[in-house]
């Protein structure tokens, strides 16, 4: 069940930072207020989800969820550069994530 958990908790990093990018600096009140619940949400599900995964894996994966998501999330709805080399690099760390997942005892 700690694998499940870890990867909503990933998908929430993504929600955040997207909704962190919309609340403009927290000048506008809902995509605020998502951020503050996405970020709440993802971190107490991370918490979960290391009672029984090893510290640094769990949180190597959660990080990796989040920093690919969020790059691939503002390549598809916000316009940011998909250049060959950055959609390499983004590859790299699934690869990372998924590699951790396979080497995990859990």
Not at 61 to 74: K, Q, S
Not at 84 to 97: D, K, M, N
Request: proline share 4%.
């Amino acid at each position: 069940m700690a694998w499940p958990l870890l990867c909503i908790a990933g998908i929430l990093e993504i929600a955040f930072a997207f909704s962190m990018k919309a609340s403009e600096g927290f000048t506008r009140v809902t995509p605020a207020l998502c951020t503050v619940a996405t970020g709440l949400a993802s971190v107490f599900l991370l918490s979960a989800s290391l009672r029984t995964l090893p510290m640094g894996t769990g949180y190597a994966v959660w990080t990796g969820i989040g920093a690919a998501g969020t790059a691939m999330v503002g390549m598809a709805v916000l316009g940011e550069s998909a250049s060959p080399v950055r959609v390499l690099c983004i590859a790299l760390i699934l690869a990372g994530v998924m590699g951790l997942k396979l080497v995990s005892a859990d």
